[in-house]
């Protein structure tokens, strides 16, 4: 199964709002309401964020939020900060053997 | 509290066999799926495979068929990865995780495992 598509990198200025999409297919974000955000910062390992495209798990900042639209979910964080440089990953819950489906990852730079 | 620990970084030689480990605690580790995830540096997260511990069964991506094998102990709530003849291109951070809320979601995720294999 093939990767969910996330864009390389994105950026932001501190304070503003960024958005990373995720697209996949009608097997898996298409299907069902299962899409789940990743944050791992520099040298340390992925770290859960949000799950069911908007729920965060507790201790996770409201700065960071989840909607879906047919195939493309979307993570957005607002009032970027410097702390929020990371890589950011999704996945989704597929009928698929394997479960789950990763995205190929996104980059963010704050300004 | 959900833990997972894996063993520690590893140096080896092309050819060597090798097994690591993911520890797990503070869940009944037979009932939910173990993942294992491999990043090379500066590269994504890739999907190797998952187990369910509890009857064992496994399921691999196609990429990592034949290539590792993954295996469970019950009794000690472990989940390992292990290799038979270790290739330069296996060197990466190995993750486990654990597949949560029926699989829905990677609720959380081990330290890493970190492979080196030079000659």
């Known amino acids: 199964q093939s990767a969910l598509t996330q864009p390389a990198s994105v950026s932001g200025s501190p304070g503003q709002s960024i958005t990373i999409s995720c697209t996949g297919t009608s097997s898996d974000i298409g299907f069902y309401n299962y899409v789940s955000w990743y944050q791992q910062l520099p040298g340390k390992a992925p770290k859960l964020i949000l799950y069911d495209v908007t729920n965060r798990p507790s201790g996770v900042s409201n700065r960071f939020s989840g909607s879906k639209s047919g195939n493309m979910a979307s993570l957005t964080i607002s009032g970027i900060q410097a702390e929020d440089e990371a890589d950011y990953f999704c996945s989704a819950y597929t009928n698929n053997r394997s479960l789950q489906v990763l995205g190929t990852g996104t980059k963010v730079s704050v300004l | 509290e959900v833990q997972l620990v894996q063993s520690g970084a590893e140096l080896k030689k092309p050819g060597d066999s090798l097994k690591i480990s993911c520890q797990t605690s503070?869940?009944?580790?037979?009932?939910?799926?173990i993942a294992w995830v491999r990043q090379k540096p500066g590269e994504g997260l890739e999907w190797m495979g998952i187990?369910?511990?509890?009857?064992?069964?496994?399921r691999y991506s196609p990429s990592f068929q034949g290539q590792v094998s993954i295996s469970a102990d019950e009794s000690a709530a472990t989940a390992y990865v292990h290799w038979s003849a270790l290739k330069p291109s296996d060197s990466a951070m190995y993750y486990c995780?654990?597949?949560?809320?029926?699989?829905?979601?990677?609720?959380?995720w081990g330290q890493g495992t970190l492979l080196t294999v030079s000659s």
């Open positions: 995780a654990r597949l949560g809320r029926g699989a829905t979601t990677i609720d959380y």
């Open positions: 503070g869940y009944n580790f037979a009932k939910i799926w």
């Open positions: 187990i369910y511990p509890g009857d064992s069964e496994t």
